[in-house]
C-alpha cells in the first residue's frame, strides 16, 4: 500500500493536474502489480517562491516520493523508477526534470483498516516482486 506525495511547481490546470497524478499512480500500480483500489496519492503544489529547485531544473521539474512496504528488489525499483519517468514524460515532463525517492518502511509501521498493523493484514496482493 504505497503513499505517495507528488509535488510540482504551480501553473497547471485542474485537468493536467488529474492526468498527471492518475499517470503516476498507474505506472506505481502497474509496476507493483497491486490492485487498483490500493491507491494513496497526494498531489503538492509549490509557488515559485516556496521551492528551492536544482540549479538547472525547469518549471516541470516533478518530485515522486512513494512511502511503501520493504520488500521489493532492486529490479521492480529500477522498473517502477523508469515506468514513472515514462508516464510523466508523456505528460510533458522532461525525464531529466524529474526525481524519484522510495521510502521503504516495515510492515508494522503502517496502521491500515482501521488501525491493524499491516504485517497482520492479508494484503491481497505480494509484497516480494
Known amino acids: 500500500m504505497p503513499v505517495t506525495l507528488v509535488s510540482i511547481l504551480e501553473g497547471r490546470t485542474p485537468a493536467q493536474k488529474l492526468s498527471l497524478m492518475e499517470a503516476v499512480q498507474t505506472a506505481i500500480a502497474t509496476t507493483l ?71 521503504e518502511q516495515p510492515r508494522e509501521n503502517f496502521g491500515i483498516r482501521g488501525g491493524i498493523r499491516a504485517d497482520l493484514v492479508d494484503l491481497g496482493y505480494q509484497v516480494k516482486v
Open 33 to 103: 502489480k497491486l490492485p487498483p483500489h490500493d491507491r494513496n496519492l497526494r498531489l503538492c503544489v509549490h509557488g515559485r517562491d516556496e521551492w528551492l529547485l536544482p540549479e538547472g531544473k525547469g518549471d516541470a521539474y516533478t518530485l515522486v516520493e512513494i512511502a511503501l512496504f520493504a520488500g521489493r528488489t532492486p529490479e521492480t525499483k529500477s522498473a517502477l523508477y523508469a515506468a514513472i519517468v515514462d508516464a510523466l514524460e508523456a505528460q510533458g515532463v522532461p525525464r531529466g526534470d524529474v526525481f524519484l525517492r522510495i521510502i
